[in-house]
């Protein structure tokens, strides 16, 4: 079964940092491009960040710019999100998904081209 399985979500403290994982099952990440969207309870879903194929391509939402890092790692066929000085706003349940590439936009245009979608995790940034 082809899927994308999230881990390292949990509950932290505002300022704190966590590191979340997506890894690939039953297929190579290596030629998809891999993104984070979120869903805070009550809101609409919104993109986060996006890593190319090429690694060194890669997509911010301004909301989360200077504190979330986005990478790779072809050998563990996983990606990951450093999220560092966490906040309050940021409490939601974060999905990861694989595109064809990132798009340039990827805070609105995160749900184009998608064709595998993780079932997500949750994060609750609480004091």
């Not at 990132?102 to 994060?123: Q, R, S």
Request: hydrophobic letters at 30%; glycine letters at 10%.
């Amino acid at each position: 079964q082809l899927q994308l399985v999230e881990s390292g979500g949990g509950l932290v403290q505002p300022g704190g940092s966590l590191r979340l994982s997506c890894a690939g099952s039953g297929f190579s990440l290596d030629t998809w491009a891999i993104g984070w969207f979120r869903q805070a309870p009550g809101k609409e879903r919104e993109g986060v960040s996006c890593v190319d194929s090429v690694p060194t391509i890669t997509r911010y939402a301004d909301s989360v710019k200077g504190r979330f890092t986005i990478s790779r790692d072809s050998a563990k066929n996983t990606a990951y999100l450093q999220m560092n000085d966490l906040k309050s706003e940021d409490t939601a349940r974060y999905h990861c998904v694989a595109h064809y590439s990132c798009p340039v936009d990827y805070y609105n245009d995160f749900a184009y081209n998608v064709n595998y979608w993780g079932k997500g995790i949750l994060v609750n940034v609480s004091s």
